[in-house]
């Protein structure tokens, strides 16, 4: 069974920094792109970052400069390191896996999304 579980959520004042991780397991010859997303209360999920499975970078505009995403795929894990932290950053983090060619299996499938970290960034 494939499994993503995310870790480094917290507390900060804002200007602070935060590094989240995101370690897949149960993932058999599967190529996948693997993406930050995140949601605040009362507002709809939204994209923050992503390493496709050829190492290509996205940012969403509202996190360049200030986010950087890197993926260790010697352990199948995504990081997200935040720096300068607003308050407007306080959301759910959850990541995401999406399949990126080859076949479905259990183990490889198109679509996964873990349980997410809470970050909070007070002013």
């Known amino acids: 069974m494939v499994q993503l579980v995310e870790s480094g959520g917290g507390s900060v004042q804002a200007g602070g920094s935060l590094r989240l991780s995101c370690r897949a397991s149960g993932y058999t010859y599967c190529r996948a792109d693997m993406s930050w997303h995140r949601q605040a209360p009362g507002k709809e999920r939204e994209f923050v970052s992503r390493?496709?499975?050829?190492?290509?970078?996205v940012y969403a505009d509202s996190v360049k400069g200030r986010f950087t995403v890197s993926r260790d795929n010697s352990d199948d894990t995504l990081y997200l390191q935040m720096n300068s932290l607003k308050p407007d950053d306080t959301a759910m983090y959850y990541c995401?896996?999406?399949?990126?060619?080859?076949?479905?299996?259990?183990?490889?499938?198109?679509?996964?999304w873990g349980q997410g970290t809470q970050v909070t960034v007070s002013s």
């Open positions: 390493v496709d499975a050829d190492g290509k970078i």
């Open positions: 995401e896996t999406q399949r990126n060619g080859g076949f479905w299996s259990p183990n490889c499938p198109d679509n996964k």
